[in-house]
């Protein structure tokens, strides 16, 4: 359970007091907004403010003095203008807040992306939880044996139940000793900064965390992406129906041009062109790499 009694209530109250405003609203965005939607055992993600909404991207690319609105259908269609020749900086408009559980090796790769504002629980200043990310046995896979940087099946049996065992026993006992370092009881008690070193990076971790909605579907496109890491792209996979909801025009346009679509070079083109006038192209007339041949087939289906 992510989040306590207490927290739950706090969103509540939050969610029961709503005011009146004169700024842009996106209705979609307005009902998931404070509500915490869990990921993996103990982690969540959830919107703490945001700004702007599909118009607001219309009224900056046409720097209009209102809403900028013409019509729905010229708006859904300059959005796809926008998102189709990578004209980005009118998405920059739109901000979104969020707050995020998250285990710290995940953590550690989503604060790659640097074009956000974080701020992260201080686990100087506060104790951590006793909360570890243990996978679901589906997820305990095998190292791939195709793909260094990925995984294969599900790990079975003994074998299975040993690692599971090592990660929850493993974790308890950091957690023990975190504990009893910084225990006051009847001794001077290691400072807090210094006695996290020995947790896993499984431990959960939370942060606030904000960015434009360039960067965010930036971010959406890596970590969405079936090459990232499963427990990066369950946040990400949650990130995407709020969007979707947030800014439904721009999020069709990034779904098919960035998520669906993809960029072909030159070469790649001229092989296109070549079998559109009933060529036979190979790999080796191709004049790609096996690498590049291989993709470019994955591509074409
Ligand atoms: C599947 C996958 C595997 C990965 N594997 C590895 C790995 O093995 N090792 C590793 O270290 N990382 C790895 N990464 C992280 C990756 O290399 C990027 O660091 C991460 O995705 C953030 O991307 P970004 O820099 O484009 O994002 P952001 O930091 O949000 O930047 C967005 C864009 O802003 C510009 N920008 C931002 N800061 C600068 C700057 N200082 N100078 C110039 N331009 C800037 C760039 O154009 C950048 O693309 C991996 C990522 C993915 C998705």
């Known amino acids: 359970m992510p989040l306590s009694p207490e927290q739950e209530a706090e969103i509540t109250e939050q969610r029961s007091a709503p005011q009146q405003t004169l700024r842009a609203v996106s209705e979609g965005m307005e009902s998931h907004l404070y509500t915490a939607y869990p990921v993996l055992d103990h982690g969540f993600i959830r919107v703490v403010d945001?700004?702007?909404?599909?118009?607001?991207?219309?009224?900056?690319?046409?720097?209009?003095?209102?809403?900028?609105?013409?019509?729905?259908?010229?708006?859904?269609?300059?959005?796809?203008?926008?998102?189709?020749?990578?004209?980005?900086?009118?998405?920059?408009?739109?901000?979104?807040?969020?707050?995020?559980?998250?285990?710290?090796?995940?953590?550690?790769?989503?604060?790659?992306?640097?074009?956000?504002?974080?701020?992260e629980y201080s686990a100087r200043y506060s104790i951590l939880d006793r909360e570890f990310y243990i996978p679901a046995p589906e997820h305990l896979a095998a190292q791939s044996v195709v793909n260094n940087q990925g995984r294969g099946e599900a790990l079975e049996g003994e074998e299975a139940d040993r690692v599971l065992r090592y990660l929850r026993d493993d974790a308890m006992r950091c957690y023990d000793h975190y504990e009893e370092m910084i225990s006051q009881e009847g001794q001077q008690g290691l400072a807090r900064e210094l006695a996290r070193m020995n947790l896993p990076a499984n431990i959960y971790t939370q942060w606030y965390w904000k960015v434009d909605l360039h960067n965010l579907l930036h971010f959406l496109r890596l970590r969405a992406d079936s090459h990232a890491q499963y427990e990066i792209r369950v946040y990400a996979e949650e990130i995407c129906k709020v969007v979707a909801d947030w800014v439904p025009f721009a999020y069709r346009?990034?779904?098919?041009?960035?998520?669906?679509?993809?960029?072909?070079?030159?070469?790649?083109?001229?092989?296109?062109?070549?079998?559109?006038?009933?060529?036979?192209?190979?790999?080796?007339?191709?004049?790609?790499?096996?690498?590049?041949?291989?993709?470019?087939?994955?591509?074409?289906?």
């Open 50 to 119: 945001y700004m702007g909404d599909d118009a607001a991207i219309c009224q900056a690319a046409r720097v209009s003095y209102g809403k900028g609105t013409k019509s729905v259908q010229n708006d859904e269609g300059l959005i796809r203008y926008l998102m189709r020749h990578w004209h980005s900086t009118p998405f920059e408009m739109c901000e979104i807040k969020l707050h995020v559980k998250l285990p710290v090796f995940v953590a550690r790769q989503w604060i790659r992306h640097r074009t956000a504002n974080v701020n």
């Open 253 to 301: 346009a990034f779904e098919d041009y960035r998520m669906g679509g993809a960029t072909l070079s030159s070469t790649a083109l001229d092989c296109v062109r070549r079998m559109l006038k009933g060529e036979t192209v190979t790999q080796e007339n191709s004049g790609m790499s096996k690498g590049e041949w291989r993709e470019f087939e994955g591509l074409l289906g």
